[in-house]
């Protein structure tokens, strides 16, 4: 049975949120090191990561261990009209919140979409063959429209639905690789 995205992100939102903390940094440990073995990963020069909310997946040790790794670490800041761009990030870039209590670079260059070789999407629920359903904003879908290389979600086990629960739309861009402990 479909439910509305609005319903379903709710739901998958509250089952984030009640995750107990040892299992979710249990499951992000296995999940990264499952994306640090991935050919997109290792292939890759240039990430770009979110900058994550407390119920997300924690992001720092990904950002933290890709520029460990020499590669060049990009974080997404929100443009006018529901646009994003991704703008490389290091140890003195400065931050501030968005109203959307995330944390965006204040400034840098952003990269153009094929300077990019590896894009690591968050969302709040997916399925193994790369559907994904978003936080409702749909800054990833446009961003992701535009984009040709390779993407990459990391799913905890409350995040991995069999099927799409949701309605699955036109915009709605699949995912190359869902990594999952499934």
């Not at 998958?12 to 090191?33: G, P, S």
């Not at 060049?72 to 931050?95: A, C, G, N, S, Y």
């Amino acid at each position: 049975m479909t439910h509305s995205k609005k319903e379903m992100r709710k739901a998958y939102l509250a089952r984030l949120q009640q995750l107990d903390q040892n299992t979710r940094l249990r499951e992000q440990h296995r999940l990264a090191q499952k994306l640090y073995d991935l050919p997109q990963w290792t292939n890759a020069k240039t990430v770009a990561l979110t900058m994550s909310q407390s119920f997300e997946l924690d992001t720092a040790p990904l950002i933290l261990h890709a520029r460990h790794e020499g590669k060049r670490v990009l974080v997404p800041r929100t443009l006018p009209k529901r646009q994003m761009e991704f703008v490389q990030i290091d140890e003195d870039t400065e931050f501030e919140e968005t109203g959307f209590g995330v944390l965006e670079p204040l400034a840098g260059t952003a990269l153009k979409p094929q300077e990019i070789d590896l894009i690591v999407v968050p969302g709040v629920a997916f399925t193994v063959d790369g559907k994904r359903l978003g936080f409702g904003g749909g800054y990833y879908d446009r961003y992701l429209a535009n984009y040709s290389g390779k993407t990459v979600s990391l799913a905890l086990t409350t995040q991995l639905a069999e099927e799409a629960e949701w309605p699955v739309e036109d915009h709605d861009v699949r995912i190359g690789q869902v990594v999952n402990l499934i």
